[in-house]
């Protein structure tokens, strides 16, 4: 995951529909439980997303996308 400097411009794009995401990649999400996050997506099972952190030390965490993800962003 490419590490942004403080006070980075990251210009990104909405997705409508979170069928719309893609295994192995980066986004800017919005959750209910953790607020906006920045994190490498894997999906694992139908609705729930795994984000993990770029620093080993925290976990990845699971966010059910149909209940707790309010909006998706990618950039490229």
């Known amino acids: 995951m490419p ?9 990104v ?7 719309k995401v893609q295994d192995g990649k980066i ?7 953790h607020g906006m996050v920045y994190k490498l997506l894997n999906i694992t099972k139908q609705n729930i997303l795994v984000l993990e952190f ?4 925290y976990p ?5 996308s149909s209940k ?6 990618h950039f490229d």
């Open 68 to 73: 707790n993800l309010f909006q998706a962003f």
């Open 54 to 57: 770029d620093n080993t030390y």
């Open 3 to 11: 590490l942004e400097e403080g006070g980075s411009v990251i210009v």
């Open 27 to 33: 986004y800017i999400m919005i959750t209910k439980n």
């Open 60 to 64: 990845h965490f699971e966010v059910n």
């Open 13 to 19: 794009r909405s997705l409508e529909h979170f069928d």
